[in-house]
């Protein structure tokens, strides 16, 4: 297992540095680029399954709005993705990957999904200030404008 996540991380890694150089100058827009990455992964993942599990259809008719919903919110999540690495360094974008669970254990909780405990609580204290802190000395070493900045900054953690 542990070889399998490494290579993973890798990969995470190696798509903020190769999204980054996508997207820069004259490259390509951060639409067709996020449109390209889902087309890709969407054939790779299902012929993955397909060779794994088979037949890979829902069971009931009404999941297909559920496949097809979740399927429109993973390409929003690349849009924002690409977007924010259009207006961010590609180490700023690895760096604030990490939110998106801490937001989503906040939604958690605020949902009574989740049950509130001092160490989640302090995890996410910890995993705030150090998205700030990401934010703030990040605008001031880069050459672009602090609007652009903020602004990839909330597409990351949002997306």
């Known amino acids: 297992v ?3 996540l490494v290579v993973i991380q ?7 540095v190769w999204g980054k150089v996508a997207l820069t100058g004259d490259g390509c ?3 067709v680029f996020a449109l390209y990455r889902e087309g890709f992964a969407s054939v790779g993942m299902w012929a993955l399954a397909l060779s794994i599990d088979g037949a890979m259809l829902p069971k009931k ?3 297909y709005f559920l496949v097809a919903l979740m399927g429109t919110m993973s ?3 690349v849009v924002f993705s690409a977007l924010a690495l259009d207006l961010v360094s590609a180490p700023n974008a690895a760096m604030l990957q990490p939110a998106v669970p801490v ?3 906040l939604w958690g909780m605020a949902l009574k999904i989740e049950k509130a ?4 609580a302090l995890g996410m204290l910890v995993s705030g200030v150090g ?3 990401i934010v703030v000395l990040t605008a001031e070493d880069s050459g672009t404008k602090s609007e652009q900045i903020i602004l990839g900054n909330v597409l990351l953690i949002f997306q």
């Not at 890798?10 to 903020?16: Q, R």
Request: net charge positive; charged share 10%; glycine share 4%.
């Open 61 to 63: 008719r009404s999941h």
């Open 10 to 16: 890798f990969f995470f890694a190696g798509f903020h």
């Open 29 to 31: 827009n951060p639409y």
């Open 75 to 77: 390409f929003i999540n």
């Open 103 to 105: 937001l989503a254990l």
């Open 131 to 133: 998205a700030v802190l």
């Open 117 to 120: 405990t001092r160490v989640k």
């Open 2 to 4: 542990w070889p399998v």
